[in-house]
Nanobody
Framework: QVQLVESGGGLVQAGGSLRVSCVAF????????MGWFRQAPGKTREFVAA????????DYADSVKGRFTISRDNAQNTLNLQMNSLKPEDTAVYYC????????????????????WGQGTQVTVSS
């Protein structure tokens, strides 16, 4: 089992940048494919970005492609999401998620693919 703790959320103006991070505890981080999701008030949780166990492959939602970058540091048990050119519509609670993976190629984009979730961190983008 793995515990996930997000940090780094906050308030930023449109056009600005923010980096959110997720630290994993309790299990071998490199055994998990990882993802970022977000949920705005009144909306369902949606996929943002995902990364394979080694970080060799990534995937992004169309809405964030070219602006957000997902990365991981397996030595530090850390997952990051660098968010640039932020827009008010990026305002949401951001969650990291972990999926136990038995290969190096798994990349998951659906909420039901993931086994573990963090508690979330609020990102607010003002116009």
């Amino acid at each position: 089992q793995v515990q996930l703790v997000e940090s780094g959320g906050g308030l930023v103006q449109a056009g600005g940048s923010l980096r959110v991070s997720c630290v994993a505890f309790g299990s071998t981080f490199s055994n998990y494919a990882m993802g970022w999701f977000r949920q705005a008030p009144g909306k369902t949780r949606e996929f943002v970005a995902a990364i394979t166990r080694t970080g060799a492959n990534t995937d992004y939602a169309d809405s964030v492609k070219g602006r957000f970058t997902i990365s991981r540091d397996n030595a530090q048990n850390t997952l990051n999401l660098q968010m640039n050119s932020l827009k008010p519509e990026d305002t949401a609670v951001y969650y990291c998620a972990a999926k136990k993976s038995y290969d190096l190629f798994t990349i998951a984009t659906m909420t039901y693919d993931y086994d573990y979730w963090g508690q979330g961190t609020q990102v607010t983008v003002s116009s």
